[in-house]
């Protein structure tokens, strides 16, 4: 299947300039998706156009990532209600290394072929002066057409306005096609359905300038089933670095998809083939508790973005929520996985020696409400202790319990967790 039609099948082919699908089906194409560096990390959001130029570059095609050292600065208003924040360079630079290294996840920047490449527009945005900017590529843009675009007029009718900086974004966004097309003989630009009017304000500047052709391909915005956008949650972003989004929050985040979302997130963000997912599906329809297609696009977008070892520290610490064995758990993991259940402190003090038996532990920490239920609690044997039946009611608990001298976990019938912050 061509790269064409593989976007179409998987629902993320939204528009197209006249000739594309000729350019990518009998060409090899170099083509580029630009990525905003305001923030250390991309986040899902991105991960739509991270796979579409994943994609390009199996068919065959070089991919070239853009990350907007120079247009970051500045800042897109499109799909915005307001301006955003401009970043200093020096915050741009720190945040461009880390956004280098995630998307070395999903490209391949070694391949024979077609390597990828990840180039900054700083590098000609910085050195270009206004006055040449100005009669160089200014003058080929009206005021009418850049006034016509959707994200502008929202803007002009919104309280705020828009300034002349984020007005000129478009401008800056055309320019980089050119540049592209110069230097890297870049006849393709990807992105969102929002950047169209970027795309084509591009591609018209290579015209003019170049008698040259040049091709865009949009995708649409991502939305769950509800309308809300993509990737938004009540605790924030899903951040693509594990530092700011823990491999185990990550894999919880595409677990919990809805039933209305899955097989399109499978087509729109695994390798998963046609017929596989078509079985997932069929799994969904027929057994729909046993939610397959969650954990295997659980499993594949956590593989794909941290490793292998990630991946099974992932699905361990799932397991742990189901009775699963804590054993071998860092504390940080338990602290993640344990981060929004109730909990309690106990001092350090109180598990040296003898510590404190199993009853004081459940009435202090609030699990039983008095000493007389944690004592039914343990005979009736439903009471845990980092996931091990307390069988002995008059069981003691020390500090060699306590994970890595920091954390109890105890656990009140199937699903009740409690945790016990040792301080």
């Known amino acids: 299947m061509n790269l064409y039609e593989e976007l179409k099948w998987r629902g993320i082919l939204y528009d197209a300039t006249e000739g594309a699908d000729e350019a990518v089906n009998k060409e090899k194409v170099t083509g580029y998706i630009g990525f905003d560096p305001t923030a250390a990390s991309l986040h899902v959001g991105s991960l739509l156009q991270i796979m579409n130029l994943a994609r390009l570059q199996r068919a065959g095609h070089t991919p070239l990532a853009i990350v907007g050292g120079g247009t970051g600065l500045i800042g897109d208003p499109s799909g915005k209600t307001k301006e955003r924040q401009l970043l200093t360079k ?10 280098k290294e ?18 900054n527009n700083y590098d000609w945005l910085g050195k270009i002066s206004y006055i040449d900017f100005l009669r160089d590529v200014g003058k080929y843009f009206t005021i009418n057409s850049m006034l016509a675009r959707e994200s502008v007029k929202r803007r002009l009718e919104s309280e705020d306005g828009i300034s002349f900086t984020e007005f000129s974004y478009m401008l800056l966004q055309a320019y980089d096609f050119l540049v592209l097309y110069d230097q890297e003989k870049c006849t393709l630009q990807m992105g969102g359905s929002d950047q169209w009017g970027n795309i084509i304000a591009g591609a018209d500047l290579i015209r003019r300038l170049r008698g040259g052709k040049a091709y865009g391909i949009v995708s649409p915005l991502v939305t769950t089933a509800s309308g809300i ?15 700011l989004t823990s491999p185990y929050r990550y894999y919880q985040f595409w677990l919990n998809t809805d039933d209305a979302d899955v097989i399109n997130y499978l ?27 969650q954990r295997t696009l659980a499993k594949e977008l956590t593989r794909m973005t941290h490793g292998d070892d990630a991946l099974e520290s992932a699905e361990k ?31 350090a ?18 699990v039983s409400k008095s000493k007389g239920e ?37 656990r009140k019938g199937r699903k009740n967790y409690h945790l016990v912050k040792v301080v």
Not at 272 to 285: H, K, P
């Open 102 to 119: 995630q998307l070395s996840r999903f490209l391949d920047f070694d391949a024979k072929d077609n390597p990828a490449k990840i180039i």
């Open 267 to 293: 087509k729109y963000f695994t390798w998963l083939t046609q017929d596989e997912i078509a079985a997932l599906a069929a799994s969904m329809e027929n057994q729909p508790e046993k939610r397959e297609a």
């Open 349 to 366: 003090d109180d598990l040296s020696g003898d510590g404190i038996g199993m009853i004081d532990l459940l009435a202090n920490s609030g």
């Open 90 to 99: 020096e915050k741009a630079d720190e945040n461009l290394r880390g956004i």
């Open 374 to 410: 944690a004592r039914r609690l343990l005979q009736g044997g439903g009471v845990y202790l980092n996931n091990r039946k307390v069988a002995d009611f008059q069981q003691s608990v020390t500090g060699n319990d306590a994970i890595e001298g920091k954390f109890l976990v105890i």
């Open 229 to 243: 956008k993509f990737g938004k949650t009540e605790a924030g972003a899903i951040w693509l670095d594990a530092e």
């Open 317 to 347: 610490a799932t397991a742990v929520l189901f009775g699963g064995e804590i054993e071998g758990l860092k504390a940080s993991e338990v602290a993640d996985i344990f981060q929004d259940v109730p909990s309690s402190e106990l001092a």
